[in-house]
């Protein structure tokens, strides 16, 4: 699940830059610019930067936590009571970070489409 929630917010923080892009282009061609629009895109420029910090967090411990831990040894390897490491808690803060990068790349969205329409 946290890998998809993580793709999921990698992409989402794809499209909301190619829009907030879009969106930046006429602003910059027409050389004047009112007050809500530049507002509301300097605040869905904040977010989409404040949330590359929880999306990077999380790629990193899901990567922690897809990595095999050491192989038991040769002498123990048949025993059932030989477990892998539990990387349970590191997929539970990677999925907290991945849900928190996507709330605010979902405002920053929302707010690239006000500061569009309020052109």
């Not at 879009?22 to 930067?49: H, K």
Request: aromatic share 2%; proline share 5%.
């Amino acid at each position: 699940m946290g890998g998809l929630l993580c793709n999921g917010a990698r992409r989402l923080a794809i499209l909301v830059a190619g829009a907030l892009l879009l969106v930046s282009v006429p602003f910059v061609i027409d050389g004047r610019v009112r007050t809500l629009p530049a507002a509301c895109a300097a605040m869905a420029l904040g977010l989409l930067l404040g949330a590359l910090t929880p999306l990077g967090q999380s790629l990193r411990l899901l990567r922690l936590a897809e990595q095999l831990g050491p192989a038991p040894s040769a002498s123990t390897a048949y025993r059932a009571s030989t477990r892998e490491a539990d990387t349970e808690p590191t997929e539970k803060l990677a999925i907290r970070q991945a849900a928190m990068a996507l709330l605010l790349l979902s405002m920053a969205g929302a707010l690239t489409v006000v500061a569009a329409v309020a052109r």
